[in-house]
């Protein structure tokens, strides 16, 4: 069964430094997401990308974050500034149509930020 | 903002017993999604539910949609050890909300023990 993979699945990074966590979504999907879910919370969204551009985001989406889709097959989120508040895991999403049918979560990058 | 609560937070369960576990918003969603999560992994989708009123079954697992649209259940049936779990909903808003992403609840943690 086709899956979205993302790596690393744990990284450690000072405060302050960049990070970029990585997705490779389902082939044929055309919609892609960021959800993070900070340790004992919610899962909450971040992100959607649609046609190489942000279709939506939420507040905690702010001038720190970005997404980027290099490429064919990657779906990248970086962190401009780490902050400590910023550890959770990251869980990027595809989906062939719009959300209302499902997504396909990937396992999740944990950040840790000390 | 809508909110999405799930009941009960926690449920521990003997092997062969049934569980319902809810979902409740003061908000109309257009469509309700379950997953299932497992520690350190990402959610797996269980089912959508669009329709108001709509009942899916798989396997031993019931879900309905509520008539108004703004509830949901899951009913378990004969649980086994296999079904422990964390148990999400998660709901779209309505079109013409202008928002596409996907709202979660707290989840119900199921521990099923044999």
């Known amino acids: 069964e086709p899956e979205v993979t993302q790596t690393p699945s744990h990284q450690v990074t000072q405060m302050g430094q960049e990070v970029i966590l990585r997705c490779v979504p389902i082939?044929?999907?055309?919609?892609f997401y960021w959800y993070r879910q900070i340790l004992g919370q919610k899962v909450e969204f971040l992100v959607s990308?649609?046609?190489?551009?942000?279709?939506?985001k939420s507040e905690i989406f702010d001038d720190q974050f970005s997404v980027e889709r290099p490429d064919g097959s990657n779906f990248t989120l970086k962190i401009r500034s780490t902050k400590l508040e910023d550890s959770a895991m990251y869980f990027c999403?595809?989906?062939?149509?719009?959300?209302?049918?499902?997504?396909?979560f990937g396992s999740g990058t944990r950040l840790t930020v000390v | 903002t809508q909110l999405l609560e799930q009941s009960p937070q926690f449920l521990s369960i003997q092997e062969g017993e049934n569980l319902t576990v809810y979902c409740n918003s003061s908000?109309?969603?257009?469509?309700l999604q379950w997953y299932r999560q497992e520690p350190g992994e990402g959610p797996v989708l269980l089912v959508t539910?669009?329709?108001?009123?709509e009942v899916k079954k798989l396997k031993r697992l019931t879900f309905q949609f509520g008539d108004a649209r703004k509830d949901s259940s899951l009913h378990i049936t004969a649980a086994q050890p296999g079904d422990t779990g964390l148990y999400l909903c998660?709901?779209?808003?309505?079109?013409?909300?202008?928002?596409?992403?996907?709202?979660f609840g707290k989840g119900t943690k199921l521990s099923v023990i044999p």
């Open positions: 998660a709901g779209v808003s309505p079109p013409g909300a202008g928002s596409y992403q996907l709202t």
């Open positions: 908000s109309v969603f257009s469509s």
């Open positions: 082939s044929n999907h055309l919609y």
């Open positions: 990308f649609y046609n190489n551009e942000i279709s939506e």
């Open positions: 999403a595809s989906s062939r149509l719009m959300s209302d049918y499902g997504y396909t």
């Open positions: 539910v669009v329709t108001g009123g």
